[in-house]
T-cell receptor, first 114, second 113 residues
Framework: DVKVTQSSRYLVKRTGEKVFLECVQDMDHENMFWYRQDPGLGLRLIYFSYDVKMKEKGDIPEGYSVSREKKERFSLILESASTNQTSMYLC?????????????FGPGTRLTVT | AQSVTQPDIHITVSEGASLELRCNYSYGATPYLFWYVQSPGQGLQLLLKYFSGDTLVQGIKGFEAEFKRSQSSFNLRKPSVHWSDAAEYFCAVGIYNFNKFYFGSGTKLNVKP
């Protein structure tokens, strides 16, 4: 069964802290994605990666960076967390080609920045 | 700008009743269209997709969706809702050559016993 796991379900951090969110997929997928989910706004793409060490900005990359050193792992980094980054963060993966949009999601990390 | 609109924020239906969730998109060409479902505390799961061809597509869990080009719509339907269908449903639009993927704001479905 396909699996996308995220390192934490809940996380509480202080303003200014550096925060790492980790995502691992076991499906050998080329593509990996980070979204944030906020009520009334749906999901918004932060970054995606189509190969190891490759990344592209999504719609809301400001305040975030990513790292993909291995195919199965995609990290989201908040360099200096702020309260407006309190949100649900979802990781997803997919194969290359037209199935880019057939994404498998992890359970999410609910991040609270105080 | 491209957008995906789900006009209903909340919908309540009785168990056994039929369901239709609305989705409209704005984009010049026909994009790839998707419906995802998110159960409480879970990530999203793909219900069904439309790329081309037959405009009525079948998905998992008894769901279907119909693409209507003239209305720029991709509405999700189910003939008889089960209590386990209570969840949040997201319509999504993909524009392949531009690697763009947009989600609607979601519709929360409540099912009355």
């Amino acid at each position: 069964d396909v699996k996308v796991t995220q390192s934490s379900r809940y996380l509480v951090k202080r303003t200014g802290e550096k925060v790492f969110l980790e995502c691992v997929q076991d499906m050998d997928h080329e593509n990996m994605f980070w979204y944030r989910q906020d009520p009334g706004l749906g999901l918004r793409l932060i970054y995606f990666s189509y190969d190891v060490k490759m990344k592209e900005k999504g719609d809301i990359p400001e305040g975030y960076s990513v790292s993909r050193e291995k195919k199965e792992r995609f990290s989201l980094i908040l360099e200096s967390a702020s309260t407006n980054q309190t949100s649900m963060y979802l990781c997803a993966s997919s194969t290359a080609g037209v199935t880019l949009y057939e994404q498998y999601f992890g359970p999410g990390t609910r991040l609270t920045v105080t | 700008a491209q957008s995906v609109t789900q006009p209903d924020i909340h919908i309540t239906v009785s168990e056994g009743a039929s369901l239709e969730l609305r989705c409209n998109y704005s984009y010049g060409a026909t994009p790839y269209l998707f419906w995802y479902v998110q159960s409480p505390g879970q990530g999203l799961q793909l219900l069904l997709k439309y790329f081309s061809g037959d405009t009525l597509v079948q998905g998992i869990k008894g769901f279907e969706a119909e693409f209507k080009r003239s209305q720029s719509s991709f509405n999700l339907r189910k003939p008889s809702v089960h209590w386990s269908d209570a969840a949040e449903y997201f319509c999504a639009v993909g524009i392949y050559n531009f690697n763009k993927f947009y989600f609607g704001s979601g519709t929360k479905l409540n099912v009355k016993p």
